[in-house]
């Protein structure tokens, strides 16, 4: 029972993940800094909405599979039974978000939000690459599955790293102001969750690999990497920064409003 | 079971006539995104999987496909499946010129080892010419990126490599 409550909290995490960072990715729909990277931006953002549901719908299953006995919520609010995806992701509040912070912090310039997904995407590349090998076969198909959208968005916001790094004394000084900014969500992504317990799982590893492409990326780029150390955390267990509750009022009021309304 | 045979290969031939959404000259057939179809008694099964995961032509598809087959008196469920993933490499060679003759560039290459994130040459599917650029990796749909003809001046969809 209790490998059963963390693979659900692990999947609620990934979820979680992938939800907020979609939701942020497509504020930049309609105004991107020129039509093909404002369509560029939307499409990585409904890659993510499309992992969210899969994560989603399976944690769904298992929580229908048993329902007594899982408690699925830190705060003990009761979460809406049968589960379904959209009642895991409208239904939820704060506290039982378990995404990581770096997803949630606000888009800010065209510079953090492209270093913000080469960060994220970057660590996704490598934890998916771990699930492969998940015990449980769902697990592993969604991060194959997963994988080919992700090698994508590496890729895309890379290329902005470098462009902008490597670019004109401005997107240079904005791009090192990004790193500044965000350096400190970064930690966060190598503290392996209490629940992810999926032998398969080795954050030592993505760490390690994860820095070496980053160093690599921003040495090409002529961008430093801060010496500064302090680590932002908590969003896995639920401890989040003010920015979620404004994203959640916003994505969840039609459904708390109007319950199950359709469209 | 000669004549379940007889009525899978009918199923499929009704599959043909089904097309994708975005891209309405290629069926879901030749798209690639039928993983098998089972029939029992008059309960069909199809079971199909996702070209990306977030394609909101796929909940289309899946509707198609079940008013296609419900109109020849099937009682349809379908089934969706994840792995192994979809790729590219499964667009039929039917497909490939369709999208071709439609304007769009079929898929350069195969899809597994990657090297498809490397810069690529895309015959123009206007003039053929292989004097042609990336404009963006993302075009107008999650499977597309889009490319100009340097030639005809043309831009075009790209189907791209997943």
């Known amino acids: ?263 | 079971m000669v004549n379940n045979t007889i009525a899978i290969n009918a199923i499929w031939k009704i599959l043909e006539t089904v097309k994708d959404p975005e891209v309405p000259v290629l069926s879901v057939v030749d798209l690639g995104v039928i993983r098998g179809v089972a029939l029992e008694e008059q309960l069909v099964t199809v079971t199909i999987t996702p070209t990306y995961t977030g394609c909101p032509a796929m909940d289309m598809i899946s509707m198609h496909i079940k008013m296609a087959l419900n109109a020849a008196g099937y009682q349809t469920t379908i089934q969706t499946v994840l792995s192994p993933a979809w790729t590219t490499d499964w667009i039929t060679e039917n497909g490939k010129q369709q999208l071709k003759a439609y304007g769009i560039a079929p898929p350069v290459g195969k899809s597994f080892d990657q090297t498809y994130l490397a810069d690529l040459i895309v015959p123009c599917p206007q003039c053929n010419s292989t004097h042609t650029v990336l404009v963006s990796q993302f075009g107008s749909t999650a499977c597309k990126a889009l490319y100009k003809c340097e030639e005809c001046k043309e831009p075009f969809d790209y189907f791209k490599c997943h």
């Open chain 1, 1 to 263: 029972m209790t490998n059963q409550k963390n693979e659900i909290d692990f999947l609620l995490h990934l979820a979680d993940n992938a939800l907020i960072i979609g939701h942020r990715n497509s504020e930049w729909c309609g105004h991107g800094p020129i039509l093909e990277q404002d369509i560029a931006i939307t499409n990585i953002a409904l890659d993510y909405i499309g992992q969210a549901r899969n994560f989603y719908q399976h944690a769904a299953e298992l929580i229908n599979r048993h329902p007594i006995g899982i408690d699925i919520t830190q705060t003990g609010n009761d979460i809406v039974l049968p589960a379904t995806e959209d009642s895991l992701a409208y239904l939820r509040d704060v506290r039982e978000f378990k995404n990581l912070l770096i997803t949630e912090i606000p888009n800010g310039d065209w510079a953090h939000t492209t270093l913000r997904l080469f960060l994220l995407s970057e660590f996704e590349m490598q934890l998916f690459t771990q699930l492969l090998q998940h015990p449980d076969a769902q697990v592993a198909a969604i991060a194959e599955k997963s994988i080919k959208e992700v090698s994508y968005h590496v890729k895309w916001s890379q290329d902005w790293v470098l462009r902008l790094g490597d670019g004109t004394d401005e997107s240079k000084q904005r791009m090192q102001a990004a790193i500044e900014a965000i350096w400190a969500y970064t930690g966060e992504l190598f503290i392996q969750p209490e629940y992810a317990t999926a032998a398969c799982l080795n954050y030592a590893a993505i760490q390690a690999a994860w820095n070496k492409k980053v160093s690599a990326v921003f040495e090409e780029a002529g961008l430093n990497i801060p010496s500064k150390t302090f680590v932002q955390k908590g969003g896995a267990e639920g401890m989040h920064t003010e920015h979620l509750g404004y994203i959640l009022a916003e994505m969840q009021y039609l459904q708390r409003a109007y319950p199950n309304s359709e469209w």
